[in-house]
């Protein structure tokens, strides 16, 4: 009897704690925009480091960051040692901190032009703990949805890092036949970065990763090697023989980005994972000889590939775009 009794006690009371610890069905923090529209100037994390929001201030000699970083952007760290992030426009507002803005895990970040144009839409960032200090990532490119379906943020925490984090109803500006946005989920992995759930399992090997990751991997290289010659190729490879990294566009593309040791002013390459799919653009630059190169497995869709192409590194060089199908690039003036 007692032995019967024990057994319903367990199945009644302690197996749905357990998965429900088990699943994470329940987020320690969630948060969604959808109530009353809120922005936080400037966020306290647990380790001392701040994220501030700066405007109208000279942009630092020593990074290279896009125009729009003149008007406002989001900055991290420390008095007298503060980085200048990637999330600039003319609005960027912190939308939310957790456990609370003096003492936070997490922040999210949304930016946009602030124009007509850009009511429909915002670049979304999520400030986190890394294994060394702040780090901040970009989910995407966040539309407003149709009614009802709005945009969620989940997070499940390990000390004051993110153990798990899933946004769902993220709609990146894919629309079906009839024009409707088609929703999808992103989910954090340990690298840092949020990935679309259609991200193939294969290629997350290659996030945050260095270029020679790839080019030096026998079968994820083998399908570029159809388009390239062998010396072609070991050109790409040298080009970025020296410091790189690498980051995830949309949650879908690799961008990874490095420059020839001891030559990194001059010559410098790219590699472009296509996440869903596996296609791969090399791209290489040589300032000094005016050469622009590239080879794809694929014609480029501009209505997909244009997500990319400002987190390729041109080092100010030059400016990429897509034209019918392939990749060009046009010198900029100095």
Same mark, same amino acid.
């Given at each position: 009897?007692?032995?019967?009794?024990?057994?319903?006690?367990?199945?009644?009371?302690?197996?749905?704690?357990?998965?429900?610890?088990?699943? *994470?069905?329940?987020? /320690?923090?969630?948060?969604?925009?959808?109530?009353?529209?809120?922005?936080?100037?400037?966020?306290?994390?647990?380790? *001392?480091?701040?994220?501030?929001?700066?405007?109208?201030?000279?942009?630092?000699?020593?990074?290279?960051?896009?125009?729009?970083?003149?008007?406002?952007?989001?900055?991290?760290?420390?008095?007298?040692?503060?980085?200048?992030?990637?999330?600039?426009?003319?609005?960027?507002?912190?939308?939310?901190?957790?456990?609370?803005?003096?003492?936070?895990?997490?922040?999210?970040?949304?930016?946009?032009?602030?124009?007509?144009?850009?009511?429909?839409?915002?670049?979304?960032?999520?400030?986190?703990?890394?294994?060394?200090?702040?780090?901040?990532?970009?989910?995407?490119?966040?539309?407003?949805?149709?009614?009802?379906?709005?945009?969620?943020?989940?997070?499940?925490?390990? *000390?004051?890092?993110?153990?798990?984090?899933?946004?769902?109803?993220?709609?990146?500006?894919?629309?079906?036949?009839?024009? /409707?946005?088609?929703?999808?989920?992103?989910?954090?992995?340990?690298?840092?970065?949020?990935?679309?759930?259609?991200?193939?399992?294969?290629?997350?090997?290659?996030?945050?990763?260095?270029?020679?990751?790839?080019?030096?991997?026998?079968?994820?290289?083998?399908?570029?090697?159809?388009?390239?010659?062998?010396?072609?190729?070991?050109?790409?490879?040298?080009?970025?023989?020296?410091?790189?990294?690498?980051?995830?566009?949309?949650?879908?593309?690799?961008?990874?980005?490095?420059?020839?040791?001891?030559?990194?002013?001059?010559?410098?390459?790219?590699?472009?994972?296509?996440?869903?799919?596996?296609?791969?653009?090399?791209?290489?630059?040589?300032?000094?000889?005016?050469?622009?190169?590239?080879?794809?497995?694929?014609?480029?869709?501009?209505?997909?590939?244009?997500?990319?192409?400002?987190?390729?590194?041109?080092?100010?060089?030059?400016?990429?775009?897509?034209?019918?199908?392939?990749?060009?690039?046009?010198?900029?003036?100095?």
């Amino acid at each position: 009897m007692k032995i019967k009794f024990l057994l319903t006690f367990i199945t009644i009371f302690l197996l749905p704690s357990i998965a429900l610890t088990q699943t *994470g069905a329940k987020p /320690d923090f969630s948060w969604n925009s959808a109530g009353k529209y809120e922005t936080i100037e400037k966020v306290r994390f647990e380790n *001392g480091e701040m994220a501030v929001i700066v405007s109208d201030k000279k942009l630092p000699p020593y990074q290279r960051l896009k125009e729009e970083c003149a008007y406002k952007r989001l900055e991290i760290g420390k008095e007298g040692n503060w980085f200048s992030t990637n999330a600039c426009d003319s609005r960027v507002h912190i939308r939310a901190a957790f456990p609370s803005a003096s003492n936070a895990k997490i922040a999210i970040v949304e930016t946009n032009c602030g124009g007509t144009i850009c009511n429909s839409f915002d670049d979304t960032y999520i400030v986190f703990f890394g294994n060394d200090g702040l780090r901040i990532t970009k989910v995407g490119t966040s539309f407003y949805g149709p009614k009802g379906k709005i945009t969620t943020y989940d997070f499940w925490f390990d *000390g004051k890092k993110i153990k798990r984090s899933v946004i769902r109803n993220f709609f990146d500006g894919r629309e079906n036949d009839l024009g /409707d946005l088609i929703a999808s989920t992103r989910n954090f992995v340990i690298q840092g970065d949020y990935i679309d759930s259609r991200f193939k399992k294969e290629f997350e090997q290659f996030i945050s990763e260095h270029p020679d990751n790839f080019m030096g991997n026998s079968s994820a290289r083998s399908e570029i090697l159809k388009f390239v010659k062998p010396e072609e190729f070991r050109e790409y490879r040298n080009a970025m023989s020296g410091p790189g990294s690498s980051s995830v566009t949309n949650g879908r593309f690799i961008v990874m980005n490095a420059c020839m040791a001891h030559n990194c002013d001059d010559i410098f390459a790219s590699v472009i994972i296509d996440g869903f799919t596996g296609h791969t653009q090399l791209i290489r630059f040589e300032k000094s000889k005016s050469i622009f190169a590239t080879v794809s497995t694929k014609e480029l869709d501009p209505n997909v590939d244009y997500s990319w192409l400002e987190d390729v590194d041109t080092q100010d060089w030059a400016k990429i775009s897509i034209k019918v199908g392939k990749l060009v690039a046009s010198k900029n003036k100095k």
